[in-house]
């Protein structure tokens, strides 16, 4: 079909929806993945089981940053792409220092398993906001 650039092509609307659908997945097998991981991190009994956790912990940030870099530059206005990158990579670099002082004080106070268990429960949040 012959797309003039004047209509909108029902290919294009399928593929829109495609990339939309893809992502959608690619967030939920993240989400999905780091639930399980910070499960079975939290509820461990031994070494091994948390190692498995914080593995599938990083696959789910393996999969969901560089997705959140491709919304970022499909959604942002095109002036304000650089702003939309920076602020992304502000959070990421300031999360193992920030994450290591938040780790410290709940060792202080707490054992390692409410730390871990507030991350869980805070990902349900974020799987509900996702599906809106």
Request: include cysteine; charged fraction near 10%; aromatic fraction near 12%.
């Amino acid at each position: 079909m012959v797309n003039n650039g004047l209509h909108a092509s029902s290919d294009d609307f399928n593929s829109i929806w495609f990339l939309f659908a893809r992502a959608l997945n690619i967030f939920r097998v993240g989400v999905v993945s780091f639930l399980i991981g910070t499960g079975c991190a939290g509820l461990a009994a031994g070494f091994p089981i948390i190692l498995f956790g914080r593995l599938l912990e990083g696959i789910a940030d393996g999969l969901c940053l560089p997705l959140m870099f491709s919304i970022i530059l499909e959604q942002a206005p095109k002036k304000a792409v650089g702003t939309f990158m920076g602020i992304g990579s502000l959070v990421i670099a300031f999360a193992p220092a920030v994450g290591s002082v938040y780790g410290g004080l709940v060792l202080k106070y707490w054992s390692w398993a409410p730390a871990v268990l507030a991350n869980h429960a805070s990902n349900h949040f974020d799987m509900a906001i996702g599906r809106s």
